[in-house]
């Protein structure tokens, strides 16, 4: 046996209210007449009110059709809003009458005064859960969050799902906590980002806060200070049993605060007594931001008292949409053909002012009615206009619609058989009966409902949440001097979808209000903090020398970068202009398609020697040195664009080491050539044939490397000991200032070209010895010629270096290398391409060999 035994203490009915539940097991029951609702009476006058409709099926709802206002101290009541009652009536009418939802079941509900608190609401809660005549699988309700936690907390012992329209805490997103809650209004964690985005949109970064006193109000300020650059300057909370000391008291300090911009998160009748207090004390140019729990309140919206404060409020909504024949079944409401809708009685007695006949009234408004003349049955809705006849912005209605039809569609697919695809995997053929509906199996098929809402929206639920869609809404004065509701964006998730020409502010300008702790620092100074003070408060500091600001509340001055100074303002940084051979000017492009175009032949000379290795010409004097050649030459001509572009540590260092190495490599190939041509020819002599055996490929390939390798270790040391570094040459006066790579060490650079000049050097002496070998084709008369041309092109580069000005001195040496190794390519390779490609005939062993 399972009991639960719920004490609850509630300060508008001061006693303790004990409900037990038994199991069902035990066959114990609770009815409608042992667990009456009460009408909200502050003196706890029970009394049974709700709606009632039989059905095969039918579902629970909880709505609050009455309230307690907080000063009174009458013995009744004040009607609230029932259209969402009837909205869940005309909706259960609607499938009612559908052809293709739940056909052949007739939908029915059993409604309930739920009084807006606990202790009201759980009874009832139970009484149509409990096991009575009529047991229901399902209710809509939990008009508030407190609500819906117990509600949900309560039925999930019995696993019966609960549906909220209103409820919005983030908390009931927990599925370990509330695995049977439902709702179809958003988390309250999406509006609360909508209105700090809101802020920081605006550049509102010094903003103050109107919280509630619970979870709604405090989440609110936990959003709101998460957002970039908001701070607060204020945080006042309300509570509803001292509202008229807390409104007074929150509504001082928003008049002495120096924030423009005030976020409200709380109940509209908050908000309403909130701003009586404001209005008393005339203060009327302050900027609201609304949550949704008072964005669209009719009761302020209309209330002249507070127009003048409430002008202008920027909010976020729970979206609107229209119910189509919603408003038409409204107008049609008649208590004639109602008689046991006790609402409808109170909504007639509240339009026309008198009680309508042969219906019978509570004990509670009895003396009231008394002094009432009778309705004559001619009373129409059809011309009022009111907050129950006006369908225009259908939001928390449209809530309570879909509630409905999602229960419904969840009861469809239950009731459908077989259904293959059920949540809980039963194949069974068996299907369940409207009369024995389990609410744990209802329970699995809403948590995959997926339909199309009659207004053609896809709705499905994502755990207990559906997708966060909200109206943004502006409250704007009409020529009549009433305010009213206009949308001005939409927020879909996280995104905000903003019209911002169509806001009415409530200074009546266009100009967005300014709320902010400090002026915004201008170019030229940066914001510092003051100490003790949030991060939005803060004083301007003029820049130093050699930094700037150019733009408004920079948080730092920028340092100009070495080429660069600060103007007199600081705004701006001067430029030095720096003057280096770059890529984008003539003299860099000219240099840079010469490299390329060479390393290109270089390639081509490559792939011609490569197909046609196989042949004299390519095989005569070692192949493998003329392929390591080519590409030492490709080398060549690459690294001289190292040379062009802006300096940097690395491009100093990488520049001289790729040219000295690159050149070595080449004049090493072409001395191992010379020797090659030279032993050749000796070992022809007679007692000399062990010359060329001492000197064969691998003695080649090493001496290649040895020679290499010599400038390689010359280049490290070099590099690591004191490497050339990109410097500012300041002595030379004017507007440009070149940037080299200055020779720290000239020893160095000295040594690597030395080097070089000694290997060209002894390449040239051998190649001139070996000029008049009596071969037909003497690979040394081409490297004397080529040799000659390289020596000339780096004795001329010497002193043209020396007296070439800013730039031109590295494009003097970019000339160099191109010139050098463009003389190597042509007159070593060009040649043999001539006879390769031309004249195939020549390329033969004995034509090579001819004397």
């Not at 011609?608 to 590409?631: C, D, G, I, K, W």
């Not at 080398?635 to 100093?652: D, Q, T």
């Not at 050749?680 to 390939?701: D, H, K, N, T, Y």
């Not at 200032?737 to 070089?756: D, N, R």
Request: aromatic share 10%.
């Amino acid at each position: 046996m399972s009991i639960w035994l719920i004490t609850l203490w509630s300060r508008s009915a001061p006693s303790l209210l004990l409900v037990g539940l038994l199991g069902r097991q035990l066959g114990l029951r609770v009815g409608l007449q042992d667990v009456q609702t009460v009408a909200c009476s502050r003196w706890g006058a029970p009394r049974s009110q709700g709606l009632f409709q039989d059905g095969d099926v039918v579902i629970g709802g909880l709505f609050i059709m009455h309230y307690q206002p907080p000063a009174t101290e009458h013995d009744f009541t004040q009607l609230y809003n029932v259209t969402y009652v009837y909205a869940m009536v005309f909706a259960v009418e609607e499938i009612n009458h559908s052809t293709m939802l739940l056909p052949g079941v007739k939908l029915g509900y059993h409604i309930f005064d739920s009084c807006g608190q606990v202790p009201w609401a759980l009874p009832a809660a139970l009484s149509l859960v409990g096991g009575g005549s009529t047991t229901v699988p399902l209710i809509i309700g939990g008009a508030s969050s407190v609500t819906a936690q117990i509600l949900s907390s309560t039925l999930g012992q019995l696993s019966v799902p609960l549906i909220s329209y209103l409820a919005s805490c983030p908390c009931l997103s927990d599925r370990l906590r509330y695995p049977n809650f439902f709702r179809t209004i958003p988390s309250d964690i999406y509006q609360a980002r909508a209105v700090a985005h809101l802020a920081i949109n605006f550049n509102w970064t010094w903003i103050g806060a109107v919280v509630a006193n619970n979870d709604y109000g405090l989440m609110a300020i936990k959003e709101e200070t998460q957002g970039a650059g908001v701070c607060l300057a204020f945080v006042e909370t309300l509570r509803r049993e001292n509202i008229m000391s807390d409104a007074r008291r929150a509504a001082l300090t928003i008049q002495a605060s120096t924030a423009r911009v005030i976020l409200i998160f709380t109940w509209y009748t908050d908000v309403r007594e909130l701003f009586l207090q404001l209005t008393k004390i005339n203060v009327t140019d302050r900027q609201f931001l609304a949550s949704e729990a008072w964005s669209t309140s009719g009761d302020l919206l209309q209330n002249p008292s507070t127009s003048k404060v409430a002008n202008g409020v920027l909010g976020v909504a729970i979206r609107s949409s229209s119910i189509p024949g919603f408003e038409n079944y409204l107008k049609n409401l008649h208590p004639i053909h109602h008689p046991g809708d006790e609402f409808l009685r109170e909504i007639w007695e509240a339009e026309f002012g008198h009680p309508s006949n042969n219906i019978t009234s509570s004990p509670a408004m009895s003396v009231l009615k008394a002094s009432l003349s009778p309705c004559n049955g001619t009373e129409s809705l059809e011309r009022v206009q009111n907050l129950f006849t006006d369908t225009s912005q259908l939001r928390v209605t449209y809530n309570v619609y879909l509630a409905v039809y999602a229960a419904a569609h969840a009861l469809h697919n239950l009731l459908s058989c077989p259904d293959s695809n059920s949540p809980s995997g039963n194949n069974s053929s068996t299907c369940s009966s409207p009369n024995n509906i389990k609410p744990t199996e209802l329970l699995q098929y809403l948590n995959n409902v997926n339909f199309t809402t009659p207004q053609g929206e896809m709705f499905y639920f994502q755990g207990a949440d559906i997708p966060a869609k909200y109206d943004l809404v502006n409250w704007q004065s009409t020529p009549e001097g009433a305010l009213k509701l206009v949308l001005i964006g939409r927020v879909d998730g996280f995104d905000l979808h903003l019209n911002e020409s169509a806001i009415q502010w409530s200074t009546g300008s266009s100009q967005v209000p300014i709320s902010v702790c400090s002026e915004s620092c201008p170019p030229g100074t940066r914001m510092a903090s003051r100490k003790g003070e949030p991060v939005c408060c803060f004083d301007c500091i003029p820049c130093a020398e050699g930094e700037i600001s150019n733009k408004t509340d920079s948080p730092h001055c920028e340092r100009c970068p070495l080429e660069f100074w600060s103007n007199a303002k600081r705004t701006a940084c001067i430029p030095r202009q720096l003057d280096f051979l770059s890529f984008n000017e003539t003299l860099g492009i000219t240099l840079t398609t010469f490299a390329v175009s060479g390393a290109t032949v270089t390639t081509a000379v490559f792939v011609v020697f490569l197909y046609y290795r196989q042949t004299p010409m390519v095989r005569a004097n070692n192949s493998e040195l003329s392929f390591l050649l080519l590409l030492s030459l490709k080398l060549c001509f690459l690294c001289s664009l190292v040379f062009i572009g802006r300096p940097s540590v690395w491009a100093c260092r990488f520049q001289q080491a790729a040219f000295g190495i690159s050149f070595v490599l080449c004049v090493s190939c072409l001395q191992v050539k010379t020797i090659v041509v030279l032993a050749a020819f000796r070992s022809a002599r007679p007692g000399a044939e062990a010359l060329i055996r001492w000197f064969g490929p691998g003695q080649q390939r090493g001496s290649v490397c040895f020679l290499t390798c010599i400038q390689v270790i010359i280049c490290a040391i070099w590099l690591s000991l004191s490497p050339p570094v990109p410097r500012r040459d300041l002595g030379f006066q004017g507007l440009k200032v070149t940037l080299e790579c200055a020779m720290t060490s000239v020893v160095g650079f000295s040594l690597v070209l030395g080097y070089i000049g000694l290997l060209a050097c002894t390449c040239l002496i051998l190649a001139f010895l070996a000029r008049k070998l009596p071969d037909n084709f003497n690979e040394a008369k081409l490297i004397t010629f080529s040799m000659l041309i390289f020596c000339a092109v780096w004795v001329a580069f010497v002193p043209a270096y020396v007296s070439s000005p800013g730039k031109y001195t590295v494009a003097v040496e970019i000339f160099a290398i191109l010139a050098s190794s463009y003389g190597l390519l042509f007159c070593i390779f060009a040649p043999k391409c001539f006879i390769i490609l031309l004249r195939p005939e020549k390329n033969t062993k004995k034509h090579l060999m001819a004397r």
